[in-house]
């Protein structure tokens, strides 16, 4: 019996290898870039994956491999780029997963913000951005207020974001807008002041559950450049309860079922605000953290899902274990990579820092401002996020990225 995976996250590969593992499931990788999963890869066993090489942005070529796996039970899409894809795929070959619309939904960060304002759940209407040219500050102003925030509809990784808070913003946003390379479609919504987390949940015929918020600290403005994340952040228990059931409206309201969710939202002086609904796991090295700090493999749940059956993690009680904090190391300027240097230093600082390569020596970085650009990430434990978060720093402090331009 097999469960075939169409891409992944950088990272996770391993631990939903040991979950396919433990549930009697052989695992097929399908993927057009095998060098991104080299790393946790050489970790594993011999024949603990099999991997299946196919152009995966080709769907025809895609299904002609699905069709070639015997005893196919289950599909696992967890990525943005490939999430649609892989529901319709599953709907396709009968196998078990969520409604493809819904995906769709999901991925029209606009939609999903219109849908939400007119059920109650967000405060404000997206504006629609037709024309980059045109835009000007009054409109913007009058229709969502300054500061703005104008997005991609289906963008990933912090890419295609733009602050605009006056005329040189707009000014920046024109060029850089103009000659983008968007994913969907522009819109405009305000700028949600406070601290950026990231919920992590698992939904289940409509039941969700809040596995713990991520923090995350962002370059300074004008930039959305992730730069740390830590997991769990301690929240007191009333306002945990109340976030789980807030949550659990908005993914309703969206029609979302059994699937995991990376839901960003802001802490404002009038609470939690949502930001957008990722349909996966984190990414990074999110899972990673949850699997440490909760004390099981999360990656368990992504089987279960893909088998139809309620995923255990719904109801399992959570151990615990270390919280966990990363950085993400970025070169300061773009140019080809030529070397990390300090990654032997870094076992010198508590916490057992570890280093994970996300690109190889030789790979050109053409963007540094969001997180196309990170090289590798360090990744700390400790007692609690905020301690994790500080070693983390720490160790990430004696790493230097080196790109041709910078060295």
């Known amino acids: 019996m097999t469960v075939a995976c169409l891409e992944m996250l950088s990272f996770g590969l391993a631990h939903l290898a040991r979950a396919a593992r433990e549930s009697g499931e052989r695992l097929v990788l399908l993927t057009g870039v095998e060098w991104l999963y080299l790393h946790e890869l050489a970790t594993l066993p011999p024949g603990s994956i099999d991997v299946l090489s196919v152009d995966t942005s080709d769907r025809r070529a895609v299904a002609e491999a699905l069709s070639s796996i015997e005893d196919l039970r289950g599909l ?13 795929l599953a709907a396709e070959f009968g196998l078990p997963g ?55 509809t289906s963008g990933t990784s912090s890419q295609n974001v733009w602050l605009v ?134 990656y368990t749940g992504l089987v279960d899902l893909a088998l139809g059956r309620r995923p255990r993690l719904l109801d399992a009680p959570l151990p615990g274990g270390p919280a966990v904090a990363f950085v993400l190391a970025y070169p300061d300027r773009a140019g080809e990579l030529v070397a990390v240097h ?14 994970y390569p996300t690109k190889a020596i030789g790979t050109h970085i053409e963007h540094v401002t969001d997180g196309r650009g990170y090289a590798g990430i360090v990744l700390a434990e400790g007692p609690t996020a905020e301690i994790a978060t500080h070693r983390a720093v720490a160790a990430a402090g004696a790493v230097h990225v080196c790109t041709r331009s910078s060295c």
Not at 108 to 136: I, N, Q, W, Y
């Open 76 to 88: 696992i899409s967890s990525t943005d780029t490939w999430g649609v894809t892989g529901a319709e």
């Open 98 to 152: 969520i409604d493809p619309a819904v995906i769709r939904l999901v991925r029209d960060k606009a939609h999903v913000r219109d849908l939400l304002h007119r059920e109650g759940l967000s405060t404000f209407a997206p504006l629609a951005v037709d024309d980059v040219a045109t835009m000007d500050l009054e409109r913007l102003a009058a229709a969502v207020g300054l500061p703005a925030v104008v997005k991609d």
């Open 165 to 298: 808070r006056d005329a040189e913003d707009l000014t920046r946003f024109r060029h850089e807008a103009g000659r983008a390379a968007l994913y969907g479609r522009l819109f405009a919504e305000p700028f949600l002041a406070g601290p950026v987390y990231s919920a992590e949940t698992v939904t289940w015929a409509g039941h969700t559950r809040l596995l713990g918020l991520s923090s995350r600290l962002m370059s300074p403005q004008p930039l959305f450049r992730e730069d740390v994340t830590a997991f769990p952040v301690a929240l007191p228990p009333g306002e945990f309860r109340e976030i789980e059931e807030w949550l659990g409206a908005v993914l309703t309201v969206l029609g979302y079922t059994d699937r995991f969710a990376h839901i960003e939202l802001a802490m404002t002086v009038d609470g939690p605000q949502l930001i957008e609904v990722n349909p996966r796991i984190g990414g990074a090295l999110v899972g990673e953290s949850m699997c440490r700090a909760l004390g099981v493999n999360v």
């Open 342 to 355: 300090g990654i032997d230093d870094i076992g010198r600082y508590p916490g057992r820092p570890t280093w």
